[in-house]
């Protein structure tokens, strides 16, 4: 089985949002949580990634900085911001209702 992109690609600002409500992170492990989590059913496309941070960036609902390792790649670590935290839950409240709305309108009606 495989999860429609269109159904989730209008939600990766509030998957990334959720993801960093957990801690700072990069984009990297993001994306491996989410291939973790949706039992490799899902991947962000690291084009699709990338545009959503620095959309985040610039909205202000995050801020990132250069992460201090000592071996390996240098990481850019991204937080969210206070506004960041309050669009998330306004989004998570944005996609129940419409999930409801959606279930409500595919649901068989067994009097058909």
Do not use: C
Request: hydrophobic share 35%; aromatic share 10%.
């Amino acid at each position: 089985m495989s999860i429609a992109s269109d159904l989730i690609r209008g939600n990766t600002d509030t998957i990334i949002l959720g993801h960093l409500l957990n801690g700072d992170s990069y984009g990297y492990k993001i994306n491996k949580s989410i291939l973790q989590k949706t039992d490799g059913l899902y991947e962000l496309k690291e084009a699709t990634l990338y545009s959503a941070f620095k959309r985040l960036e610039e909205s202000g609902l995050i801020s990132s900085y250069w992460g201090d390792e000592a071996t390996g790649a240098r990481r850019r670590y991204y937080t969210v911001t206070p506004a960041g935290r309050q669009a998330y839950f306004n989004m998570k409240t944005d996609w129940q209702n419409a999930k409801e709305i959606i279930d409500l309108l595919i649901e068989e009606d067994a009097g058909l």
